[in-house]
Each structure stands twice: as structure tokens, then as C-alpha cells.
């Protein structure tokens, strides 16, 4: 039988808005702190044991900052969520790896602090926008990211990866111009490295890997949506209501190739569909 948790909620904002949640800044996850290793928590005034969002910003693994959140808190807050907001090193002052090493440990932080903000440390949602995207879909992938920081990959009981596209690191850079091939050599580094970073590297059963939705900021129909047009002048946020069902996804192969079949940046045509399908057949076998 398949157990089903509620998350990830909010349909249209109704004139009704709660209170904002109490926030915590600048909380450091690795020692000795600095800026780059730290997050935001916003937790609702009331409640315990509630589900945790950990949000990774985008910005081309180069920019961006977890202060960039909008209407996210508030809108999560108003659903019985606590929404964690991190900051992880940027090129040129760290790999990749090391991006994915510091969400692991941004996780692992949330994990042993959640009941301090009325979390519950083992129910866990990890999204992230672009970069962020793709580093939250290699994190809850490959598993040894959280095992060096201690944490089962279990804790987390759903992944959104929004608006992202590089899950397969090698099949975008064939696909696309040589040089935006070129940029993304530069930044994940030579073919080996290519795949260590690709999430669908790591796809196998018996990795507690939790469900995907991938979700898409531009198109209505993505497993999650949000709709904002900056700080100023922000419309209601609208996040589609998700059932994540805790069984791993390795269990369903369909729900993987709509994963990555609705990253709507990556290029077409038949070599791109043949490789989804290959991309597939490997999932289904893992299950």
C-alpha cells in the first residue's frame, strides 16, 4: 500500500492573509561561519512537528542570494510549513561539488535544528530555482552527499527542482550552442565530472530517493508554480497543490520522464527524445 503525505500547497491567495512568520537570519550551518554558509528560517508562529522547505536560490551557480525568496514564506507559512532559505559558496570560489556539499550540509543543520523553529527533522522538502534546482536534484540523488554530513537520505520525503535543466549535464551541452557547451565545461569541469554531477547519474534502487516534481515558473500545468514579478509590485504567489507519495520514485519510471521531459530549456528534436528514452528504460530497471 502506498502512503501519501500532503505538501506543497496553495492554490490562488485568498483575501485572507495570516500572520508572517517569525524570522530567524544569518544562521550558520558550517563553522567557521561565513556569509555564503548561511540560512534564513521562517516559522510560523504556531505549530509543531511541521513539514520543512528547504529553498536553494538560483543564479547560474555564480550569483544570487537566499534573501530573494518573495512571497515564498509568507505563502508556505500560511500552509503549515517552516521555509528555510540557504546561501552556498559561488564560482569562482567554489566547484560545484562543493555547492552540493554545502547544501548537504544546510540540510543537515535543518535537520538537527527543525524542532527548535516547530519543524519535524524527518519531513523535509528540498526545492531550488535553476542552479539551485539542480543542485537540490543531485543532492536527493546521489546519497553520499548527505551521508558525509550524517543524515539518511530519507529525511527528505520530496524534491522540486523549478525552472532547472542540466539533471543530465552531458546531454545539454550536445544539445546546445558550442558556446554555452563551452560555459558549462568551465563550470562542472571535464566529462568524469560531468557525470558525477548529473542527478540521473545516481538514479538505483534502494536509495530512499524521494519523488520528484519538477516544476516550471512560465507554464501552468508544472508540478509547482510561482508567479512573481519582483519585490515591488508582487502578484498573489500560486503554488499547485502536490500529493508527494513517499514511496521512492524509482517505483514509477513515467513520473521520471515527465520529470525531465518538462525542463522546458532543454533543446528537442530526436537524438534529445531517444536519450529521455534511454534515460527511462535505466529508471525503470532501478526500480
Known amino acids: 500500500m502506498r502512503?501519501?503525505?500532503?505538501?506543497?500547497?496553495?492554490?490562488?491567495?485568498?483575501?485572507?492573509?495570516?500572520?508572517?512568520?517569525?524570522?530567524?537570519?544569518?544562521?550558520?550551518?558550517?563553522?567557521?561561519?561565513?556569509?555564503?554558509?548561511?540560512?534564513?528560517?521562517?516559522?510560523?508562529?504556531?505549530?509543531?512537528?511541521?513539514?520543512?522547505?528547504?529553498?536553494?536560490h538560483g543564479g547560474g551557480w555564480q550569483r544570487g542570494d537566499k534573501k530573494e525568496v518573495h512571497q515564498k514564506p509568507q505563502a508556505f507559512a500560511d500552509k503549515g510549513f517552516v521555509f528555510v532559505a540557504i546561501n552556498y559558496r559561488l564560482l569562482p570560489k567554489a566547484t560545484i561539488k562543493q555547492m552540493a556539499e554545502d547544501v548537504a550540509k544546510a540540510i543537515r543543520w535543518v535537520h538537527d535544528h527543525a524542532r527548535d523553529y516547530g519543524g519535524d527533522p524527518n519531513t523535509m522538502i528540498v526545492m531550488g530555482h535553476s542552479a539551485g534546482a539542480q543542485l537540490a536534484a543531485l543532492v536527493c540523488t546521489d546519497d553520499r552527499y548527505l551521508k558525509a554530513e550524517g543524515p539518511p537520505l530519507s529525511i527528505v520525503k520530496g524534491c522540486v527542482p523549478v525552472d532547472g535543466d542540466i539533471y543530465d549535464v552531458a546531454m545539454p551541452n550536445a544539445a546546445v550552442e558550442a558556446k554555452r557547451a563551452a560555459r558549462y565545461r568551465i563550470k562542472f569541469g571535464d566529462e568524469k565530472m560531468q557525470q558525477e554531477l548529473s542527478a540521473v547519474t545516481h538514479v538505483a534502487?534502494?536509495?530512499?530517493?524521494?519523488?520528484?516534481?519538477?516544476?516550471?515558473?512560465?507554464?501552468?500545468?508544472?508540478?509547482?508554480?510561482?508567479?512573481?514579478?519582483?519585490?515591488?509590485?508582487?502578484?498573489?504567489?500560486?503554488?499547485?497543490?502536490?500529493?508527494?507519495?513517499?514511496?521512492?520514485?524509482?517505483?514509477?519510471?513515467?513520473?521520471?520522464l515527465d520529470f525531465v521531459m518538462e525542463s522546458r530549456r532543454l533543446a528537442g528534436g530526436q537524438r534529445y527524445r531517444e536519450r529521455l528514452r534511454q534515460l527511462n528504460m535505466r529508471f525503470s530497471r532501478a526500480a
Open 205 to 256: 534502487k534502494g536509495k530512499h530517493i524521494p519523488p520528484y516534481r519538477h516544476g516550471n515558473f512560465s507554464r501552468c500545468g508544472a508540478g509547482i508554480r510561482f508567479e512573481e514579478s519582483g519585490p515591488h509590485t508582487p502578484p498573489p504567489v500560486s503554488i499547485l497543490y502536490l500529493s508527494l507519495d513517499v514511496t521512492p520514485l524509482t517505483s514509477d519510471s513515467d513520473a521520471w
Open 3 to 56: 502512503s501519501t503525505a500532503p505538501v506543497l500547497v496553495l492554490c490562488l491567495v485568498s483575501p485572507f492573509v495570516a500572520a508572517g512568520p517569525k524570522v530567524h537570519r544569518g544562521l550558520a550551518y558550517a563553522e567557521p561561519k561565513h556569509e555564503r554558509q548561511t540560512l534564513d528560517v521562517y516559522a510560523p508562529t504556531k505549530g509543531k512537528n511541521l513539514p520543512v522547505v528547504v529553498w536553494i
